[in-house]
């Protein structure tokens, strides 16, 4: 079976689900990733711009990534974006892969890009084109926390990662700029700290939560 991952920007998909994508690979499933920005010059040096697809390649490998997309819109700006271009490239993504579990962002996160990726993701997979088994929304640590007080994440659809744990926190760390000291939330002691709140919450030591959008059996 194929699962395919909708990150708004490089790491989003480590943080939400990269001990899901490392226990689908581990099971034999085929996991897709498609990174939606990048960044671009002057708001980022060239020399991060060059190295964050590297670091995206290199966390994708740790974790079983099998193909990986970058569509190339600019970070922070997808609301300049219109929409049809959006809906359009996720569309033939979504499209080659067919894929039976469909991972997003959640619909109430406080970046605009998310939100937006969200609302996108649900156009491009109504049912009349392709049956996707489940639509899974994922956390994003800094982003879902402070999110939308219309729209919490409520999440409903657990995954046990307690035998991957080790290899999200290993993803993660490729990202080097984006592993920032306590009491920032986006550093292995506090990703480890959700994957265990999580666990807890579902009775298995490590797990990471979403949100059920749409099931067909």
């Excluded at 010059?41 to 970058?70: C, H, M, Q, T």
Aim: proline share 6%; charged share 25%; hydrophobic share 40%.
């Amino acid at each position: 079976m194929k699962a395919l991952v909708i990150a708004p920007h490089p790491d989003d998909e480590v943080l939400g689900c990269g001990g899901t994508i490392a226990r689908l690979a581990a099971e034999g499933h085929e996991v897709h990733l498609c990174i939606v920005t990048e960044a671009y010059e002057p708001e980022w040096s060239r020399d991060f711009i060059l190295n964050r697809p590297k670091e995206v390649r290199r966390a994708a490998k740790i974790i079983g990534v099998k193909d990986l997309y970058f569509l190339g819109f600019p970070t922070v700006k997808i609301d300049t974006i219109p929409q049809k271009d959006l809906n359009a490239k996720l569309q033939a993504i979504f499209d080659a892969v067919k894929p039976d579990w469909f991972f997003i962002p959640h619909a109430g996160d406080c970046m605009k890009d998310h939100r937006l990726i969200h609302e996108a993701c649900l156009v491009i997979s109504r049912p009349h084109r392709h049956r996707c088994r489940q639509i899974l929304a994922y956390e994003t640590l800094s982003e879902t926390e402070w999110g939308l007080s219309n729209v919490p994440f409520q999440p409903n659809y657990y995954v046990d990662i307690s035998g991957f744990i080790d290899l999200k926190l290993q993803a993660f760390a490729v990202y080097e700029s984006e592993n920032i000291p306590a009491p920032h939330p986006r550093n292995v002691e506090t990703l480890t700290a959700l994957a265990r709140k999580r666990g807890s919450e579902v009775n298995v030591m490590h797990a990471e939560a979403f949100m059920l959008v749409r099931s067909i059996y």
